[in-house]
């Protein structure tokens, strides 16, 4: 296989629409592009024994008009219109994002979120890897450069739970500022398990372990707020940059954090 | 190494074409250099301006990042093609009766993307309409005039059908 030969030099071609840009502004200059778009069979969606199957080739717009990805992982349904502008999602793939893993990029926390298992190929064969131990830095993965990534599998949402896809950007499409995707259960508006994936503010997606501890069977409410409020700033580790401080972003992060859970518990469905 | 150039074939505006192109050229680059459709702009040619909207079976992208070699056995349209077609004509006039373009560098690659929305011929209000155009920068017009002409020729269609 053509990325076995080449290593680090070989680059895949996906959507291109993050390699291209590089590539025009002159910023990397692989010896050898693999243009993968031909290889029809990874760009399915599939819902196969309560796992959601997504090709690497399926692009944004086909997720967000999938009836699978809309009844079965309602969480990207809701983070797909953040992903982009209309002509970067007529293009732009799945695998690409969870591939380069941008620190700003809304799909890579979905699928830490949903708990999600990323499969990899290369000529020495299939393995897969669980979304824990995939995002390890900035732009960096456990994808080694001779793999390729083909699939992610997903298990369905507990469609008795919650969720909710939060992020301030800008403009609508850019890359997030500060976001975060929430999923968790509740009972009569009390809360029972929570996890909580932030991105945009981390070097990469982030799960804030202490914040969730304190969530669990907990009632929202002003004390609970407040508690959230003086912890997330634990587990969180903002970076600086052109979009804002470190500071301000935390603090956007629990604003955030607020209107994702109000968010979502609105969702709870009626007990019986 | 691998070689430079490769020969491509694809439809153009309805044309059936076959060239040889550099393998690193891309597609907006092809379509203005090599077969003179200069309507497709080219703006940051990053991805952000989206002066270079055409599309490619059926779907509107960045023309500015896919390469000419991507869209061999294609289907692609440009604002030549698609004005020829009378499909937009009256998304056209409007634009022009609103005052919706002044330099008119962004117009091309805004109706490609609009022409998309149109497609769907539902109602849409103003803020879809900005959603559906957020990836599309007019330096000159502010948005609103561009907003106006849509939504007239929304009402315009559906009030005739
Ligand atoms: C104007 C603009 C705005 C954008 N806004 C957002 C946004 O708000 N949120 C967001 O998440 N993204 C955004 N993007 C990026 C877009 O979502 C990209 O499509 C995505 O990040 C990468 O997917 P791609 O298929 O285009 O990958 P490519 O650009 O083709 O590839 C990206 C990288 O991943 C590697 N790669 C791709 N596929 C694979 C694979 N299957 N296996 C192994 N490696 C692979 C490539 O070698 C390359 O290094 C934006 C892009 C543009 C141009
Ligand atoms: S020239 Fe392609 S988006 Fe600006
Ligand atoms: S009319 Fe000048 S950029 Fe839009």
Redesign the pocket.
């Known amino acids: 296989m053509l990325l076995n030969e080449y290593g680090e030099d070989g ?11 590089t590539l025009n502004m002159r910023l990397s200059n692989p010896q050898l592009l693999i243009d ?1 778009n031909h290889l029809h069979e ?1 760009n399915s969606i599939t819902l196969d024994d309560n796992i959601v199957r997504i090709g ?2 399926a692009r ?1 717009s086909e997720l967000a008009l999938s009836p699978i990805i809309d009844m079965y992982l309602p969480l990207i349904a809701d983070a797909i219109p ?4 209309i002509a ?2 007529n ?3 799945f ?3 969870v ?2 893993a ?1 620190p ?4 890579p926390a979905c699928v830490l979120a949903l708990g999600g298992t990323v499969v990899l190929q290369s000529v020495k064969g299939i393995r897969k890897v669980k979304a824990d131990d995939y995002f390890l830095g900035l732009y960096e993965t456990e ?1 080694k450069p001779n ?4 699939e992610v599998q997903i298990p369905v949402q507990d469609l008795t739970g919650l969720w909710a896809f939060v992020e301030l ?1 800008q403009r609508k ?4 500022i500060a976001g975060l995707a929430f999923i968790g259960t509740s009972e009569k508006q009390f809360i029972k398990t929570a996890k909580l994936v932030y991105f945009g503010s981390e070097i990469k997606p982030t799960l804030a372990k202490k914040t969730m501890a304190i969530l669990i069977n907990t009632r929202w409410d002003d004390n609970t707020r407040k508690l959230i409020a003086e912890t997330l700033g634990r587990d969180l580790d903002p970076m600086t940059n052109l979009q804002g401080s470190a500071k301000m972003k935390l603090h956007l992060q629990k604003v955030l954090t607020n209107r994702a859970i109000d968010l979502a518990l609105k969702r709870e469905k009626p007990s019986r | 190494m691998s070689e430079e150039t490769s020969e491509i074939k694809l439809t153009v505006n309805g044309d059936l074409i076959t060239k040889i192109v550099n393998v690193r050229q891309h597609l907006v680059d092809f379509l203005r250099l090599e077969l003179g459709l200069t309507g497709s702009h080219l703006g940051c040619e ?3 301006c989206g002066a270079c909207s055409v599309w490619v079976d059926g779907l509107v992208v ?1 023309g500015c ?1 896919m390469l000419a070699v991507q869209a061999d056995g294609g289907d692609v349209t440009t604002i030549e093609g698609l004005t020829e077609t009378g499909e937009i004509a009256d998304l056209q006039k409007n634009f022009v009766d609103r005052n919706a373009l002044q330099c008119g560098f962004c117009t091309p690659g805004m109706l490609m993307t609009l022409a998309e929305l149109l497609r769907k011929s539902e109602l849409s209000s103003r803020e879809e309409i900005r959603e559906h155009i957020s ?1 599309n920068y007019c330096r000159c017009t502010g948005y609103h005039a561009i907003v106006d002409a849509v939504e007239t020729t929304i009402s315009d269609r559906l009030g005739d059908s």
């Open positions: 680059q895949i071609l996906a959507g291109g629409q993050s390699l291209m840009p993968i990874l690497a080739l944004h953040h992903v982009a502008h970067v999602r293009r732009g793939t695998g690409g994002s591939a380069l941008d700003a990029a809304e799909l994808r793999e390729l990534l083909i950007s499409g850019d890359y997030a | 990053h991805g952000i960045r990042l990836g």
